[in-house]
């Protein structure tokens, strides 16, 4: 008898205590901005801003190799980093709680190297990836260097305001890559092309001069590849050529690693080898 008072003791204390404490610390999602600055080199300044009211605890994708600082608080946070099937980014929980005012603010810094590719008087802007929890859309505020006019946008911008061209990233979003901004763009001016050869003269690159260091490594690679492919099938050729293209969808997006055209080949392939910037 006195075990069964004993159990439905327990029993109303456990209830009683439920609501006030689901209650207490109702889940609020935040609303979602990220800020992309693009410098005229390329590289990319991001900030991303969550506020709302109350407590609040999601997840988004965050990179794993660029530091991300705190540059903006009000309230409480805590961050957790957990592995994603994205091997350049962290799904990370994030935990928010408010301050006196029952409100909370968040903001999160972190550099975007290569955010745009440029190539003559062309470019290709990439934003970093941008998944969170499905019921959190992230308004995206993106600032182009040099910017003439759009060729493409993936998705549809909805906005323009500062300076920013506004973008709206959501599971629903109809997207070419999901949970990224897409740009392909004409500039108001042109970058100078370069090229650098190999000691013996038999490769050489042609590339954009702000990414001279991208050249460097890939005539160094194509070097030692060709060293050992003409070793072992003793065949000589007079030069390889090798030339970055932006990976605008019309030449297959970030699909196309590298190509030889269709007409180079018919003539003998001759034509140079055309490598994705990305």
Known sequence: MRKAISAALLAVILVSFSPVS????????????????????????????FSGRGFSTFWIT?????????????????????????????????????SDDGSYELRLCFSFPYAVLMQGDRAWFMSPLLTAHSSISIAVFVKLPL?????????????QTGGYRVYILSRTAQADLQGRVV????????????F???????????????????????????????SQLRDLTGIEVQ????????????????????????????????????????
């Open 22 to 49: 689901s209650a207490a610390q109702p889940v609020n999602l935040p609303s979602a901005s990220a800020y992309i600055d693009v410098g005229e080199n390329g590289n990319a300044n991001v900030t991303l801003v």
């Open 62 to 98: 965050l990179p794993k190799f660029e530091k991300v600082r705190l540059c903006g608080l009000k309230g409480g946070y805590a961050l957790y980093n957990e592995t994603s099937g994205a091997y350049f980014y962290y799904n990370t929980t994030v935990t928010l709680h408010p």
């Open 147 to 159: 910017l003439k006019s759009v060729v493409r946008e993936s998705p549809s911008s909805v906005n």
């Open 183 to 194: 740009v392909e763009y004409t500039m108001r001016s042109s970058v100078p092309s370069a």
């Open 196 to 226: 650098i050869s190999s000691m013996d003269g038999r490769v050489r690159v042609e590339y954009p001069q702000p990414y001279t260091s991208i050249a460097n490594k890939t005539l160094e690679i194509a070097t030692q590849a060709y």
């Open 239 to 278: 030069r390889v050529d090798l030339r970055f293209y932006l990976p605008e969808q019309q030449m297959g997006g970030l699909g196309a690693l590298g190509f030889v055209r269709g007409e180079d080949v018919n003539a003998g392939g001759r034509g140079p080898i055309m490598l994705n910037l990305a």
